[in-house]
């Protein structure tokens, strides 16, 4: 296989912490300086933060390629990094531990084990992330589901693959308590899911279609009282 090369282009001027300076990358520019904490300008981003946004951006891609390949449900991944520098300052400074916390929009949260297994393999598989020294504490914090039913009870599934849609969608209803519904929208008519929830949860749910296409359907669904 061919090598692959990225290019940057760093800038910098000025002396001491009063120093500032940029970074090409990706066709942007992104303003650098050293942190105010070590005595810096602290403006724009630092190098510290652009190593952490190298790994946490790596495992974000390399978590949603595995969660779609073992047809794990998702529609928007957000990862929180934290990174912890020790020393003095000087030749003892380092950066000791980087910690990624993922948080999972439309996730099955009858899944959380299958959730917290792949964001392990994905820090595993990070090749970014590799490349840190035995002396980083890279970790994985616990992963946050989050169900895509909003505050006005919409279950938005056109953006998950159809092989995730419909165990998202049953796990959504599950959870429901009597009397209480969700608005399921999608981009087909659903109406192959009405004929699997009548076979196998006859009369535990009704159906009304509040918009039939021609490019979005909405269905209410509400569990019946027992």
Known sequence: MTDLRFEVETRWSGSGGEAVGSVLTGGQVVAWSVPASMNGRGEGTSPE?????????????????????????????TVGMEETVSGQGGQDRRISRLRVTPTLEGADPTQVEAYQRTAQLARRRCFVGRHLSPEVSYE????????PVGLDGELDVRQLPPSQRHQLIFSSLDRLGQGSGLTLVNDHDPLPL???LEATRAGQFSWEYLQSGPQTWKVRIERQPA
């Open 140 to 147: 994985v914090g616990d992963v946050r589901l989050s169900s």
């Open 49 to 77: 933060e652009l190593l952490a946004a190298a790994v946490a951006t790596c495992f974000t891609a390399t978590l949603g390629a595995l969660l779609s390949q073992l047809v794990l449900p998702w529609q928007r991944i």
């Open 194 to 196: 009405r004929y699997q």
